[in-house]
């Protein structure tokens, strides 16, 4: 064991008993440091009572949290939020965007981007009058959704699905095809994947 030698607040020292120094200030930080840092451990360590062992963390660097007892429904929760200003395609942040729909005849609602996908995560539309509706591919003209069957003010809302409702063709415009020259109106939210 070591006695305490001419210590001091700013730098408090022990000789071990090699007769060497050690201050506890540096000593207590650099403790500190490798603490924080934490350990990885391909096989979980266990403990015993009065054990105690630097925080674990996965071979990213992630601290691993393990919950000791399974949650109840009733009594426990967790809480998270859903994320509006992105929507992730794996490790991809991909930005929704909002595009209106104003036509009268099949046309475009969202342009072509170069070999990017338009998925379609929500849509919204209304018809002034009788007209079979569906959205498609615009130069495969692939068929993306069923028709829907609209009279004079009614519409369709998809609702709001974060993985997709429908996608086009790589490269290809989102079209809104009509049977008949009668004025629809809403909007599409998507992403380009």
Same mark, same amino acid.
């Given at each position: 064991m070591g006695k305490y030698n001419s210590m001091s607040a700013k730098s408090p020292k022990v000789v071990k008993s090699d007769d060497t120094e050690v201050n506890l200030l540096d000593e207590t930080l650099n403790a500190k440091k490798v603490t924080d840092q934490g350990v990885y451990n391909a096989t979980p360590i266990t403990l015993t009572n009065g054990q105690s062992a630097p925080k674990?963390?996965?071979?990213?660097?992630?601290?691993?949290?393990? &919950?000791?007892? @399974?949650?109840?429904? #009733? *009594?426990?929760?967790?809480? /998270?939020?859903?994320? +509006?200003?992105?929507?992730?395609?794996?490790?991809?942040?991909?930005?929704?965007?909002?595009?209106?729909?104003a036509l009268s005849a099949t046309g475009t609602v969202v342009a072509a981007v170069t070999a990017k996908k338009i998925r379609v995560l929500?849509? &919204?539309?209304? @018809?002034?009058?009788? #007209? *079979?509706?569906?959205?498609? /591919?615009?130069?495969? +003209?692939?068929?993306k959704t069923g028709l829907s069957y609209l009279v004079a003010n009614s519409g369709v809302s998809s609702g709001f699905f974060p993985v997709g409702l429908f996608e086009t063709v790589a490269g290809e415009a989102l079209d809104l095809a009509l049977s008949a020259?009668?004025?629809v109106g809403g909007q599409v939210v998507y992403v380009e994947v």
């Open positions: 674990q963390i996965d071979q990213n660097g992630n601290v691993k949290v393990t &919950i000791a007892t @399974a949650l109840d429904k #009733v *009594n426990d929760s967790i809480t /998270s939020a859903l994320a +509006t200003d992105a929507i992730m395609n794996g490790a991809t942040a991909l930005t929704p965007k909002f595009a209106p729909i929500g849509f &919204i539309f209304v @018809a002034a009058g009788t #007209v *079979n509706v569906n959205f498609q /591919s615009h130069t495969t +003209t692939t068929t020259s009668i004025a």
